[in-house]
């Protein structure tokens, strides 16, 4: 394996793992998404996302998608809270027939009238599929718990802001929040480097826009419980602020989630669902980027159980002195090991290079020292963090009528 950083002439970032084999991943992104929105426009970032792939001055919807899925790949896009990426994954002979593709989305998107209209409809159907779907939207509803607005809103945007969203501002707010000096280019596969440098270089002409920076993110701890008819699973989830990807505490979160929720050995999942049968899903998760970070544990259970479920995650918070250097290993060595598997999956290792990008801007230092790090954690920093965490809380519930 071997890494290379760039930084082009045009001030875009180039991010290179290399590996010998005939397949490549490549994402260009630009640091601007839901984090940098104020309440009256949410969504706006997830909504230029959607129009970058209705067409350009000189391709269709229908010939962005064909190119790249006719010659065997994968085209595809997301908006974060702080950044928003576009990207494929190609056998390496077609790498810069999918920069072609890539590159004219974002230089000639057309932002069609028709089209406007079209996709509006499209992600206000998506807004309601999340809405109705209790294990997406319970996410959305902890966040909201955790943080206040905007930030705590959603990437997605609202019925109201999605709507009222208009072709001109979007294609405007385009111009402004997309410059190519902030894009951040990450390719994990078979490539010239310097081939590559020279084709964005060329490609991408400095245009000194001014950048994004995101808005406070205001923290607070609330707790909600939505009545639904037509229910018959209760969905709950647990949130607690966590240290950013910046912060020496956040390898520490690392392994105190691998022994406290992550997997089927987990304790949370042997206590919840194999000892008292309260639960079929019991998993967590460490949302975090470079301006916000919680960790939440979900678990799909009875609207009865609420309580008890709720009871047992706050005590093995709080049990967490029974956790021994055995389970430390333990944790440490699952850690490790899932790294190293699904490090097999190039676009996944891409992403995870551009988040530890802009999380430090240090990636010998901060993804491949994670082993080190990792192995590094004491108990007693494990024993400590838990503890802190655990002061405060928000929930979110969904049940039945």
Not at 42 to 59: M, N, Y
Not at 73 to 82: C, H, K, Q, V, Y
Not at 199 to 223: C, D, G, H, R
Not at 289 to 314: D, F, H, Q, R
């Amino acid at each position: 394996m071997k890494f290379q950083k760039r930084i082009l002439k045009n001030g875009m970032t180039l991010l290179h793992e290399e590996r010998d084999l005939p397949v490549v991943s490549l994402s260009i992104s630009n640091p601007f998404a839901a984090s940098h929105e104020s309440s009256d426009i949410k969504g706006i970032a997830h909504f230029i996302e959607h129009l970058l792939f209705t067409g350009t001055l000189t391709r269709s919807h229908e010939d962005i998608s064909r190119e790249i899925e006719k010659r065997g790949g994968i085209l595809n896009a997301f908006t974060a809270e702080d950044v928003t990426s576009y990207w494929f994954k190609l056998p390496s002979e077609h790498l810069f027939k999918g920069l072609d593709i890539l590159i004219d989305m974002l230089k000639n998107p057309s932002f069609n009238e028709e089209k406007f209209e079209k996709e509006k409809k499209v992600i206000l159907e998506e807004i309601k599929l999340y809405h109705d779907t209790p294990q997406y939207h319970i996410y959305e509803k902890i966040q909201e718990n955790l943080f206040e607005k905007p930030f705590g809103r959603g990437i997605i945007g609202t019925k109201e802001t999605v709507s009222a969203l208009s072709r001109d501002f979007v294609a405007n707010f385009f111009t402004k929040k997309y410059s190519p000096e902030n894009y951040i280019v990450t390719i994990v596969g078979k490539a010239d480097f310097e081939k590559l440098s020279e084709y964005l270089e060329t490609a991408f002409q400095t245009e000194n826009k001014p950048s994004s920076s995101p808005l406070e993110v205001i923290k607070k701890n609330a707790e909600s419980i939505e009545e639904r008819p037509g229910l018959d699973q209760a969905h709950f989830l647990l949130g607690v602020h966590a240290p950013l990807q910046t912060s020496p505490e956040y390898q520490v979160l690392e392994v105190l989630d691998a022994y406290l929720a992550n997997g089927m050995s987990s304790r949370l999942f042997l206590e919840i669902r194999e000892k008292r049968g309260l639960a079929y899903s019991v998993n967590s998760s460490i949302n975090s980027e470079t301006s916000y970070s919680y960790y939440s544990i979900y678990a799909g259970t009875t609207k009865e159980a609420i309580p008890e479920v709720k009871s047992l995650i706050l005590q093995e918070f709080n049990n967490i002195d029974n956790m021994t250097e055995k389970n430390l290993e333990e944790a440490k060595e699952r850690i490790i090991g899932l790294k190293k598997v699904t490090s097999e999956e190039s676009s996944k290792v891409m992403n995870e290079l551009l988040f530890a990008y802009l999380a430090t801007g240090d990636i010998e230092e901060d993804y491949y020292n994670h082993e080190k790090k990792i192995r590094s954690v004491s108990l007693e920093q494990v024993k400590a963090l838990a503890k802190s965490l655990i002061r405060e809380y928000s929930t979110a519930a969904i049940v039945p009528q």
